[in-house]
């Protein structure tokens, strides 16, 4: 397995992941994307047998005010979205991926990595990011339906 930045004439790969992670309706309100949505963006994947089998990416801001977890000017990185094909989970290959890039994001001066973690199956969500990736458990932002 081995886990690098994506190249441009691989974004027809991701855009075909990406729908195959929206068909899966594993999480609410996740929406298809495009190549023109991707082209600009610094995606890492994951690589097996020549063939892509998970992405991530996000990007570096800064922060803006001072938090209970964070000084105004801390720059951080946010993972937009990660996501691994069903028959390549439960090997590693998601945490290889999360530790790559954070690991640049550490490289590239940031003082947190954060996420906006989506699913339906929050036990295992957690269980991914906090247990075993060392995530810290922050907040959570729930919706309930009313109509």
């Known amino acids: 397995m081995k886990i690098r930045f994506a190249k441009k004439f ?8 990406n729908s195959i992670f929206v068909k899966e309706n ?39 005010n001072t938090r209970s977890f964070a000084k105004a000017n801390d720059k951080f990185f946010e993972l937009e979205e990660m996501y691994v094909l069903p028959e390549f989970r439960n090997l590693g290959v998601g945490q290889k991926l999360f530790k790559k890039i954070e690991m640049y994001a550490k490289q590239n001066g ?7 973690a989506v699913s339906k199956n929050y036990k ?9 990736l060392g995530m810290e458990f922050i907040s959570a932002y729930l919706i309930k339906n009313l109509d």
């Open 10 to 17: 691989e974004l027809k790969d991701i855009v075909n992941l």
């Open 26 to 64: 594993c999480c609410n309100n996740i929406l298809a994307d495009g190549e023109e949505y991707y082209a600009n963006k610094k995606i890492f994947v994951a690589v097996e047998d020549n063939k892509i089998v998970g992405y991530g990416y996000g990007d570096f801001a800064k922060e803006t």
């Open 110 to 116: 940031a003082k947190t990595l954060r996420l906006n």
């Open 124 to 132: 295992s969500l957690l269980n991914f990011y906090i247990e075993i």
